[in-house]
C-alpha cells in the first residue's frame, strides 16, 4: 500500500492562508457591531485574535526577520568573494539599480493612465475623522552618506539594510584581496552560509500555520464595509498590481533575456504567498533568495547583491499605489493636474524610491512627498489607510516577483544564470 502523497509547501501554505482568512472573516461577523464578543466575562477579540493569533503572528514575523541581518551579511560576503573580478560589483550594481528605476518608472506610468482612465475619484465625498502627519523624508545628498556606516555593527543591529550591504561588499572583496588568509574565513563564511539556509529552511516549515494566524487577524479587524466604502480605488489599484506582476515583468524578462517568463511565475508562487502573508520585503528576503538560489538558477554571487538591495530599493508595487492615489485625492477634492504635474509626480515617485529606502512607513512618506509637488493635501492619505494593508500584501508580492526577475536578467547577462535549473519544472518548493 502506497502512502498519500505529501502536499507541497506551497500549497500548505496557500490552504493555511485561505483558512485563516475564512476564520478571520467569521469572527468578523460574530463580532458584529459591537466589534467584539464576551463569552463569560472573557473578551474573544483580546484574547483570541489580539492574544492568541497576534502574539504568534509577531513571532512567525520576528522569526524570519531574525534572518534577514545575518543572511544578507553572510551570503553577500560569500557572494562577493566569490567573483573572480571584484570589478564586476560596479557592473552588478549598475545593471541592478538601472533596472530597479525602470520598473518602478514604468509601474507609476501604468498606475497614473490606468486611473485617468477609470477615474476613481470622481463624484465622492469622503469625509474621514482620521488625521495623515507627513514625516520629513532625508534629502538625496543624506542618503548617499547614510549608506555608509561609521560602525557596522551598529548597523547590523538597527537593521540598517544599505549600511550593511555597503560594509558587506567591503568585507567581501577585501577577503578576495587577502590571500591565503582570506580563504580560509572564506571556507568559514561558506559554512556559515549553509547553517542559515538550513535555519530557513526550518521557519519555513512552520509558515503555514504563521500564515493562517496572520490572516485570521487581519480579516477578523477589517470588514467588507471598509473594502465596500473605496471599492473603485482598491480594485483599480488591485488590478493594476496583478497587471503589472503578469504582464510587464514576463515582458521585460522575455524581451531581455528570451528565458519563458511562465517558469518565473511558476516558481514564485510559494515567496509570493510568503510576501502576501507578511506584507514585508525584508521578512520575506530569506524565502526570496532561497527561491533565487535554488529555484531559478541565479548563483549566489548576483543573488546576494541584487535580492537584499531590491528589497531595500525596489517599490514598484508602493510606486502603483503613489500613481493611483494621487490622481484618486485629487478627483475627491476636485484638484486638475496637468501633465507637468504627473510628469513630476513619476520622477518625484521613481527618486524617492531610493531616496526613502529604510525609512518606516516609506510608502506613506513617498506618498507624501509626491502630493507635496504638485500641491495636495497631504491629509488625503487619511482617505485610504483603511484599505491600505490589504493592498500592502498584494504590493509586496509583486515587488519580491520583480527582485527575482531582476536578479535573473542580471545573471543572464553576466553568464551566472544556470538555465537547467531556471527551466526544471519539477522544482516546486524550496528544499527543506
Known amino acids: 500500500m502506497t502512502e498519500p502523497q505529501k502536499l507541497s509547501l506551497t500549497v500548505r501554505i496557500f490552504i493555511g492562508m485561505i483558512a485563516g482568512a475564512a476564520a478571520g472573516l467569521l469572527l468578523n461577523a460574530v463580532f458584529g457591531e459591537s466589534g467584539d464578543l464576551v463569552i463569560a466575562g472573557v473578551s474573544l477579540n483580546d484574547n483570541l485574535v489580539d492574544g492568541l493569533f497576534g502574539a504568534l503572528g509577531q513571532i512567525f514575523i520576528a522569526s524570519l526577520k531574525m534572518l534577514v541581518v545575518p543572511l544578507v551579511f553572510i551570503s553577500l560576503v560569500c557572494g562577493t568573494s566569490s567573483l573572480s573580478e571584484p570589478s564586476k ?28 482612465i477609470i477615474a476613481p475619484g470622481e463624484g465622492l465625498n469622503l469625509t474621514t475623522e482620521a488625521t495623515y502627519s507627513a514625516k520629513e523624508a532625508p534629502a538625496l545628498s543624506q542618503v548617499f552618506v547614510n549608506m555608509f556606516p561609521s560602525n557596522p555593527i551598529a548597523s547590523m543591529a538597527q537593521g540598517n539594510m544599505l549600511q550593511i550591504i555597503v560594509f558587506a561588499v567591503f568585507f567581501g572583496v577585501a577577503l578576495t584581496l587577502a590571500g591565503d588568509s582570506g580563504e580560509r574565513i572564506k571556507a568559514a563564511f561558506n559554512d556559515l552560509n549553509n547553517v542559515m539556509m538550513k535555519i530557513v529552511s526550518m521557519v519555513m516549515a512552520i509558515a503555514p500555520y504563521g500564515v493562517f494566524v496572520l490572516m485570521a487577524k487581519l480579516f477578523a479587524s477589517i470588514g467588507f464595509d471598509t473594502i465596500l466604502g473605496l471599492a473603485k480605488y482598491f480594485f483599480l489599484v488591485f488590478f493594476v498590481l496583478v497587471f503589472h506582476g503578469l504582464v510587464t515583468y514576463p515582458v521585460l524578462l522575455k524581451t531581455l533575456t528570451g528565458l519563458d517568463p511562465r517558469m518565473l511565475l511558476n516558481k514564485m508562487k510559494q515567496t509570493c504567498l510568503f510576501a502576501f502573508s507578511t506584507s514585508s520585503s525584508n521578512a520575506t528576503l530569506p524565502v526570496t533568495m532561497a527561491t533565487a538560489r535554488q529555484k531559478l538558477g541565479v548563483q549566489p554571487s548576483v543573488a546576494s547583491f541584487t535580492i537584499p538591495l531590491g528589497a531595500t530599493i525596489n517599490m514598484d508595487g508602493t510606486a502603483i499605489m503613489q500613481g493611483v492615489a494621487t490622481v484618486f485625492i485629487a478627483q475627491v477634492y476636485g484638484v486638475d493636474l496637468s501633465v507637468t504635474d504627473y510628469l513630476l509626480v513619476i520622477l518625484t515617485a521613481t527618486l524617492a524610491s531610493i531616496g526613502t529606502a529604510g525609512v518606516p512607513g516609506v510608502g506613506l512618506i513617498m506618498l507624501a512627498m509626491v502630493l507635496q509637488q504638485v500641491n495636495l493635501p497631504v491629509e488625503g492619505i487619511a482617505l485610504i489607510i483603511g484599505v491600505d494593508r490589504l493592498l500592502d500584501m498584494t504590493r509586496t508580492a509583486v515587488n519580491v516577483t520583480g527582485d527575482c526577475m531582476v536578479a535573473c536578467i542580471v545573471a543572464k547577462s553576466e553568464g551566472e544564470l544556470d538555465e537547467s535549473v531556471f527551466n526544471d519544472p519539477d522544482i516546486e518548493d524550496v528544499k527543506i
Open 89 to 116: 560589483l560596479g557592473s552588478l550594481g549598475g545593471k541592478s539599480i538601472g533596472l530597479y528605476i525602470t520598473t518602478t518608472a514604468i509601474a507609476i506610468s501604468t498606475a497614473i493612465i490606468a486611473a485617468l
